[in-house]
Structures are given as structure tokens and as C-alpha cells.
């Protein structure tokens, strides 16, 4: 069986908080809360206070609710609150 992974994609202060544009993660599914536990465990607490605030695309789409699953194969997009108007 093919291992399946999914991609997290950093933006602005979410990618300098984690020290990487992107990673890929090997799992099946994850909730969005558990994936942004395992971020935040990966990266530590700089990144964790930016994952509380974010907001969250899963492959394109607003997921607000963070116990939808991720699907395996998703493309994640970490969009920490933006300044400006």
C-alpha cells in the first residue's frame, strides 16, 4: 500500500513561524484540530499562537470547523490574520 500524505502550505507570519513555505506530512486523515496540534508540536510555540488565530483552506475551501477531516491528499493553506484594509 502506497504511504498518502498531505501538504501544509505556510503564509506570511505563519511561514516565518514555522520556518518553512511547506511540508508534507504522512498520514491518512487528520481533523483540522488534530493537524494543527501536530503542527504546533513540530514547530513549537511561536507557531502555535499563530495556528490559534489562522484561518485554514483545505485543498481551496474555508474550513472553519476544526473537527472536519483532512482528507489524505489535501492541500492545507495556514493564513494567519493580515493587517491592512
Not at 505556510?10 to 494543527?36: H, I, K, N, P, Q
Not at 485543498?59 to 476544526?66: E, L, P, Y
Amino acid at each position: 500500500m502506497a504511504e498518502v500524505s498531505l501538504t501544509v502550505r505556510y503564509f506570511a507570519g505563519a511561514r516565518a513561524a514555522a520556518g518553512t513555505a511547506e511540508e508534507t506530512l504522512d498520514a491518512d486523515a487528520y481533523s483540522l484540530s488534530e493537524l494543527v496540534d501536530e503542527l504546533a508540536a513540530r514547530h513549537g510555540p511561536q507557531l502555535a499562537k499563530v495556528l490559534a488565530v489562522a484561518s485554514f483552506l483545505v485543498d481551496g475551501v474555508a474550513c472553519r470547523d476544526r473537527e472536519a477531516r483532512v482528507p489524505a491528499g489535501a492541500t492545507v493553506d495556514v493564513l494567519p490574520p493580515f493587517a491592512g484594509g
